[in-house]
């Protein structure tokens, strides 16, 4: 079963999502001491001198920061990137549910990122896996069209 992904303008809203972690082991100059310093700006103007359960804790939200990032990111490549590239390309989408083949050859779906096929009018038909990461969907489809391409001029 395979559904085709119409290509829509994009709705998405100017947004941004920051994420800074420096953690340092050093020496203090006046004690000889070793001690963990961790700061969360860009320009370490928060530079403090923190315990291993502060630092692991920075660093908790760092990974829910790094976790929103990777939201936006495949979100842009959803919104934004994929329908202009598909329309750019003239590239047809269908999403295959690979269920049905996961359980024949599980190895196949576990590697398979994207196909595509060039039809006689020229258009391009692109397979990808249902529930694919838009991002990794993007890269897939882009390097499909670069490969159809080099086959093209070959």
């Known amino acids: 079963m395979s559904t085709t992904v119409q290509p829509t303008p994009s709705t998405m809203p100017d947004q941004a999502v920051s994420a800074s972690l420096t953690v340092e082991v050093m020496t203090d100059l006046d004690d000889g001491q070793r001690t963990l310093v961790a700061a969360t700006q860009g320009n370490q103007g928060d530079l403090q001198v923190v315990t291993v359960a502060q630092a692991l804790a920075k660093v908790a939200t760092l990974r ?4 929103r990032i990777e939201a936006l990111i495949n979100e842009y490549a959803e919104k934004v990137m994929i329908p202009a590239f598909l329309t750019e390309f003239g590239i047809q989408l269908e999403e295959l549910d690979t269920t049905a083949i ?53």
């Open 102 to 154: 996961a359980e024949s050859v599980p190895d196949l779906v576990d590697s398979f990122r994207a196909f595509a096929e060039v039809k006689n009018d020229g258009s391009i038909i692109a397979a990808v896996p249902k529930g694919q990461p838009a991002a990794e969907r993007l890269a897939a489809i882009r390097d499909l069209v670069l490969h159809l391409q080099k086959q093209e001029q070959a």
């Open 64 to 67: 829910e920061q790094a976790d």
